[in-house]
């Protein structure tokens, strides 16, 4: 998505370039501002670092909520 935008705005910002100053190349470039920052934070975002992955729960891990039960399930008799 982030390369599609970004080739985007380039092609905006050729078409841009041929136009005659005034209102129109005003605004596209008023809207080129607000993309370049808009994909920039995208792209920040994009290689924030992630968490890691929490290890699955064992035995041990409920024993202290489970109130004297046993994490094994119920005792045999």
């Known amino acids: 998505f982030m390369s599609l935008l970004a080739e985007y705005m380039t092609a905006v910002r050729s078409h841009t370039a041929a136009l005659p100053p005034g209102q129109e190349k005003a605004e596209i470039e008023a809207w080129l ?3 370049t920052t808009h994909l920039q934070r995208l792209t920040e ?15 041990a891990d409920l ?6 039960w046993s994490p094994y399930g119920p005792h045999s008799y």
């Open 45 to 59: 975002t994009a290689s924030a670092p992630k968490l890691p992955t929490p290890p699955k729960p064992g035995a």
């Open 63 to 68: 024993e202290p909520f489970l109130r004297g």
């Open 33 to 35: 501002a607000f993309a």
